[in-house]
């Protein structure tokens, strides 16, 4: 049995290897890139246990003492804090135990995983994420057929997570070719993804597509300041305007543009947005306590509602991260939330500037969808995330030595 510093290449082979399996295990069963992350991350500690022995500890606990590592931090504490006013104390325990270890999980191959990635991790990710998406447009324009033959679950949504997956993953990994000089490929990869989401019934996912593309573009092509500063006034305006969301589009909102809407049930998350919004105006400071969405309805924020907008409480979650946070942490949470992503935004800032617009991306294209889609504290998302993060930091760590001045600008 190899032990010691020899078993540290074939941990990173291997934990390079389950990364690589995010995508396409997404698409054969959309719960399971959680446990594929946490995989990938146990694999890459265990090397470097085995590579530095005790100063491994170093490596994870020297990122928690910088300023984003202390806002996490925060964020985490109030969430634990909570519990002294969550009214369900269970569900608080069902909810943290989900989403902690997928996060702890996510942070320990983003911070291990870059520099220590075999050369031929990024062509056999992108391959295999290109699978994936073929996969998915193959069964969606079969009908799921290929669900059908395989004795799953045979519904059109059930690609929705594993698409949000690949909007998460496209750009990070293209990036990482197009740096390697495999431009074509990294194009191929990206049309491909777009096909799949295109192809699907996923409204996120479109809208992240779309907002994704804007942001990359403005991150490659703008002075590097100003893009900064939209982005960093987009992430403002998804914060500030989460508990307000709901009245300003039943105010602005056309009936013409409900009635296109009509399959993504328009009115229905308009309802739903006023009414969580209105139980954040109950309890504005620290709100109902951690993971309380699927029992919104009977918090005591929400006793003071009209019975209709309880009705729409039961739901689980508002389909807005931003929103669902200020329902559950209040404004101390919000704020924290927004400082960690400001700081993210910070770091993103010091990257070159393909990388740049790739990280500007990938933020458009999470805010566009945390904004109108899914509960806060989902391990999958988190695991996507977490592994897009993977990816760009290895990027960063493997691009060309002789790059130019010029392209950091």
Do not use: K
Not at 57 to 70: D, E, M
């Amino acid at each position: 049995m190899i032990a010691g510093p020899a078993a540290a290449p074939r941990l990173y082979d291997a934990g390079a290897v389950a990364l690589a399996l995010v995508a396409p295990a997404m698409a054969l069963a959309n719960r399971s890139s959680p446990l594929v992350i946490g995989i990938a991350a146990l694999l890459f500690l265990a090397g470097a246990i085995a590579e530095q022995g005790g100063r491994a500890a170093s490596l994870l606990i020297g990122p928690l003492r910088s300023p984003l590592g202390l806002a996490a931090l925060a964020f985490l504490g109030w969430c634990l804090v909570s519990l002294a006013w969550s009214p369900f104390p269970a569900l608080w325990g069902r909810v943290l135990s989900e989403f902690l270890p997928t996060l702890v999980a996510a942070a320990i191959l983003a911070r291990l995983a870059p520099g220590r990635l075999p050369s031929w991790a990024p062509p056999l990710g992108a391959g295999l994420l290109a699978a994936a998406c073929l996969y998915m447009a193959g069964s969606l324009a079969l009908g799921l057929a290929p669900q059908a033959w395989l004795g799953q679950r045979v519904a059109l949504f059930m690609f929705n997570r594993p698409l949000l997956t690949v909007l998460l993953l496209a750009g990070p990994l293209a990036a990482f070719l197009a740096l390697r000089g495999r431009r074509l490929a990294a194009l191929l990869l990206l049309a491909l993804a777009a096909l799949a989401i295109l192809r699907s019934i996923s409204g996120a996912a479109t809208l992240g597509l779309l907002a994704g593309a804007v942001m990359f573009g403005i991150g490659r092509f703008a002075p590097r300041a100003a893009a900064l500063a939209l982005a960093a006034l987009i992430l403002g305006l998804a914060f500030a305007l989460a508990p307000v969301e709901g009245d300003l589009l039943h105010r602005l909102m056309p009936e013409a543009a409900h009635e296109r809407l009509t399959q993504s049930s328009s009115r229905a998350r308009v309802a739903i947005a006023q009414s969580f919004g209105a139980a954040v105006a109950q309890a504005p400071w620290i709100g109902s306590g951690y993971g309380m969405g699927l029992r919104f309805a009977e918090v005591p924020a929400a006793q003071a509602l009209e019975p209709e907008m309880r009705a729409m409480l039961a739901v689980g979650h508002p389909h807005n991260t931003f929103l669902q946070i200020w329902s559950e942490l209040g404004v101390v949470g919000a704020g924290l939330a927004a400082l960690v992503a400001f700081l993210a935004l910070r770091a993103a800032a010091a990257l070159p500037r393909l990388l740049f617009a790739t990280a500007l991306g990938l933020t458009g294209a999470a805010v566009a969808v945390m904004f109108v889609e899914h509960g806060a504290w989902q391990g999958w998302w988190t695991a996507g995330c977490g592994a897009a993060i993977t990816w760009l930091r290895a990027a960063a760590c493997a691009r060309p030595a002789g790059e130019s001045a010029g392209e950091r600008v």
